[in-house]
């Protein structure tokens, strides 16, 4: 079992800049694969960055490759998603996602263990 809690969503600016945070907690946290994901109203699911826990492998979707950085801190049992140049497209629920396994997908029906969410909205 792995239990995931973010944090870190608000309201910015367009071309401002947000650090989402997501606490990791359970046996199996040094064999998985970490991603985030965003949902906007009345859109599915999309994948935004991965990475794995264990390695320096990481993952991003063409909509955010140069604007979001995924990290992780092992000692805080930690992931971080840094989202810079903020766009009014990027704003939805965040989620962090686990899956067992030493790489990440950009398939949300192959990660088992879901965060609740963090909002991040973007609007002048």
């Known amino acids: 079992q792995v239990q995931l809690v973010e944090s870190g969503g608000g309201l910015v600016q367009p071309g401002d800049s947000l650090r989402l945070s997501c606490a990791a907690s359970?046996?199996?946290?040094?064999?998985?694969?970490m991603g985030w994901f965003r949902q906007a109203p009345g859109l599915e699911r999309e994948f935004v960055a991965g990475?794995?826990?264990?390695?320096?492998?990481?993952y991003y979707a063409d909509t955010v490759k140069d604007r979001f950085t995924i990290s992780r801190d092992k000692a805080q049992n930690r992931i971080y998603l840094q989202m810079s140049s903020l766009k009014p497209e990027d704003a939805a629920v965040y989620h962090c996602?686990?899956?067992?396994?030493?790489?990440?997908?950009?398939?949300?029906?192959?990660?088992?263990?879901w965060g609740q969410g963090t909002q991040v909205s973007v609007s002048s």
């Open positions: 990475l794995g826990w264990s390695s320096d492998y990481t």
């Open positions: 996602a686990a899956r067992i396994s030493t790489v990440p997908s950009n398939k949300a029906k192959e990660y088992a263990y």
């Open positions: 359970g046996r199996n946290i040094s064999n998985t694969a």
